[in-house]
């Protein structure tokens, strides 16, 4: 039996589609729903790709919820160019994925997220690997959730390492900053993991010849996301020499907190320009105990790596 219960709240792109099979693969984990979110896509993208991918990996069961469309101070979102060509236009590299059958939960993800909080309580793992705009929403709605959730471990920040859309911001908390930041200055138990730990993690072109090498749909549907996000990354980041596994590293952590070195911290969001969207230590309460909020600062590269690729390849031999 799962140890824990897990909702992922996922902007569903390639390193989204990744998590949610590392989701789906490790048995200390029932994934008892998705919430959509926007940033790689428009949020009726995201949802389709999450069912669609549910779908393929066996795991239609899974209830989809649509989250908020936009930030938290606009009425309306734009994917951004370079979203579209790390991700592909439709978010899952081009490809035509079969459609799911499966519908939209009528349910609103906020109300889905708070319910399950109440339902579950400690043993209830939040992984949001986009914006916080769906888990801000939702603290607003009923503040009592964050000290009901187990815990919350985001994909997003960067605290010793530039950003990604900006020097200071990536791109996960630049969507919505002012929703991050009341994440941030919640007292909810969460760990940040951000860029300066994920880009350690890296997949390589010798990784998807073993999930193609399986001759299954499924496999063969991953190698081909992946094989496209790491040439997207040659030239994003041909330093890296591989693409960084952002989102399955977030999932990962949740499940086993000790693949990371953390510190606490005290943080807050900037939401001013110039350092919009910056993750840093708040000086206001430097001198407060920090006893909720974690931040990522290493990963064990290979046993997370190893990890990854035992659960990802036994499940695409299933499908």
Not at 73 to 100: C, E, M, W, Y
Not at 256 to 262: G, S, V
Not at 268 to 291: C, F, H, M, Q, S
Request: overall charge negative; proline content about 4%.
């Amino acid at each position: 039996m799962a140890k824990y219960k897990m909702i992922l709240d996922l902007d569903t792109g390639i390193d989204d589609a990744l998590a949610l099979a590392y989701a789906i693969a490790d048995q200390d984990c029932d994934l008892i729903g998705i919430i959509g979110s926007y940033g790689n896509v428009l949020i009726e993208q995201g949802t389709q790709n999450s069912r669609d991918l549910l779908s393929l990996l066996g795991a239609s069961n899974v209830p989809v919820y649509e989250g908020l469309s936009h930030s938290s101070t606009t009425s309306n979102f734009t994917v951004q160019p370079v979203s579209a060509r790390i991700h592909g236009d439709n978010g899952v590299a081009n490809l035509n994925l079969t459609h799911a059958s499966t519908k939209i939960e009528k349910q609103s993800g906020v109300d889905f997220l708070i319910d399950a909080a109440h339902k579950y309580k400690k043993n209830l793992l939040l992984v949001p690997t986009g914006p916080l705009t769906n888990l801000a929403a939702a603290i607003k709605k009923d503040p009592a959730i964050t000290k009901l959730i187990g815990h919350v471990t985001l994909m997003g920040g960067a605290l010793t390492v530039p950003g990604n859309v900006s020097p200071v911001s990536e791109a996960n908390i630049h969507q919505d900053p002012e929703a991050a930041n009341a994440v941030f200055q919640s007292d909810i138990e969460l760990t940040m993991v951000g860029l300066d730990v994920t880009t350690r993690t890296l997949l390589t072109k010798q990784e998807t010849r073993i999930w193609r090498n399986l001759k299954t749909k499924s496999g063969s549907i991953y190698a081909d996301l992946v094989d496209y996000y790491i040439e997207a990354y040659k030239e994003t980041n041909p330093h890296l020499n591989g693409c960084a596994l952002h989102d399955p590293l977030a999932v990962a952590a949740a499940l086993e907190p000790k693949l990371l070195d953390t510190i606490y911290l005290n943080m807050k969001v900037d939401t001013n320009e110039p350092y919009e969207g910056r993750t840093i230590g708040d000086e206001t309460r430097l001198n407060l105990p920090a006893i909720t909020t974690q931040v990522a600062t290493n990963v064990d590269v290979k046993r997370f790596t190893t990890k990854f690729m035992e659960r990802l390849t036994t499940l695409f031999q299933k499908y």
